[in-house]
């Protein structure tokens, strides 16, 4: 089967080429930047972003199915440039696939799609969308799994929604690098009691699972519904935290702040990082507050059951002392996979 992947060149999509590719699968890299690493393993890569409908149209010629990842993701932004990417690109994308014949996309969302400021504790695909978001990013993956599941429910195609957790490993341009430089710059603290539980991800398995929903997506079973995608084994996250800070040299976080100040800190921080004209993102936004302090775990049985789901066990501490070695001889992450 030919597919095209979008996002091939991101921490996700690389493993998600590397396990396609395995399969005997020809693949499509779609993304901004052209990725020669991709391209002498035979990928083929077309550049574009996801707001070009002539590029996508042509990138999907020949394709049988699409892997949606590319997103923009993160805590802080504008609504704008976040509904622009996730909703309008995957809206686009879509009509694209109807104009070339492609019926089948697998879709990478987000657990965040269901936030509503509350511990989640083993709670299933039966959780009602969030509301009361406090950030853009959760809202747009709403705006764009609820496109897509319409999109194979009014009979256009067939379409799964997966919901990775915290996924982390090799490459993983997004949490262990902003635990490791705030850490290391005395800028992070635990939010909370620090008695969270949350569900992790390795990289690995959440590519796993992209290949089994497209398989999954010739059963009708299967199809036009989400699934929640962990290591189905929540650990404590400050606990984790602390071990990822230990594997790389750094004194374990012992300083705690309360939520409601933590929150507050995020409010104050939200306001004053446009009016100074501050760049990157601030030391503290709500929806992190909360995120860090509450547990958010969920059950994955749906994804055994319906995509025959086992995610891989991977001993933490070896996980942990591959990323850090490569973080501390400075490789760019995905550089630094084997």
């Keep these: 089967m030919k597919v095209l992947v979008t996002g091939g060149g991101g921490f996700l999509g690389h493993y998600i080429v590397d396990e396609l590719l395995r399969a005997g699968h020809r693949v499509v890299a779609y993304?901004?930047?052209?990725?020669?690493?991709?391209?002498?393993?035979?990928?083929?890569?077309?550049?574009?972003?996801?707001?070009?409908?002539?590029?996508?149209?042509?990138?999907?010629?020949?394709?049988?199915?699409?892997?949606?990842?590319?997103?923009?993701?993160?805590?802080?932004?504008?609504?704008?440039?976040?509904?622009?990417?996730?909703?309008?690109?995957?809206?686009?994308?879509?009509?694209?696939?109807?104009?070339?014949?492609?019926?089948?996309?697998?879709?990478?969302?987000?657990?965040?799609?269901?936030?509503?400021?509350?511990?989640?504790?083993?709670?299933?695909?039966?959780?009602?969308?969030?509301?009361?978001?406090?950030?853009?990013?959760?809202?747009?993956?709403?705006?764009?799994?609820?496109?897509?599941?319409?999109?194979?429910?009014?009979?256009?195609?067939?379409?799964?929604?997966?919901?990775?957790?915290?996924?982390?490993?090799?490459?993983?341009?997004?949490?262990?690098?902003?635990?490791?430089?705030?850490?290391?710059?005395?800028?992070?603290?635990?939010?909370?009691?620090?008695?969270?539980?949350?569900?992790?991800?390795?990289?690995?398995?959440?590519?796993?699972?992209h290949l089994l929903a497209l398989q999954a997506l010739d059963r009708p079973e299967a199809v036009n519904r989400p699934y929640f995608v962990s290591q189905g084994q929540p650990v404590r996250l400050w606990g984790w935290v602390n071990e990822v800070l230990q594997a790389a040299g750094l004194p374990p976080l012992r300083r705690r702040i309360p939520l409601p100040l933590a929150f507050a800190m995020g409010a104050v921080f939200e306001a004053a990082w446009p009016a100074l004209r501050r760049p990157g993102m601030p030391p503290m936004t709500r929806f992190a507050a909360v995120e860090m302090a509450r547990s958010h775990w969920f059950n994955i049985d749906a994804a055994r059951r319906e995509l025959g789901f086992q995610p891989e066990e991977f001993p933490i501490d070896e996980g942990l002392r591959l990323y850090v070695e490569a973080w501390k001889c400075g490789r760019t992450p995905l550089a630094g996979r084997q």
């Design 31 to 209: 993304q901004r930047s052209p990725h020669p690493d991709l391209q002498a393993r035979g990928v083929e890569v077309r550049q574009g972003s996801l707001l070009e409908a002539e590029a996508l149209r042509t990138a999907l010629q020949g394709c049988e199915a699409v892997l949606h990842t590319a997103a923009k993701a993160g805590v802080w932004g504008t609504r704008k440039a976040f509904f622009s990417t996730n909703v309008d690109g995957t809206r686009i994308l879509l009509e694209a696939m109807e104009g070339q014949g492609v019926g089948k996309i697998v879709y990478c969302s987000s657990p965040s799609v269901v936030f509503d400021g509350s511990s989640f504790e083993g709670g299933d695909e039966s959780l009602p969308y969030g509301s009361n978001w406090h950030c853009a990013y959760p809202e747009s993956k709403v705006a764009a799994e609820k496109m897509v599941l319409e999109w194979g429910r009014s009979g256009k195609g067939r379409a799964i929604a997966l919901r990775p957790h915290l996924m982390w490993g090799i490459g993983d341009p997004h949490i262990l690098p902003v635990v490791l430089e705030r850490s290391r710059q005395g800028r992070f603290w635990i939010i909370g009691d620090g008695r969270n539980r949350v569900d992790l991800c390795r990289v690995e398995n959440a590519a796993r699972a």
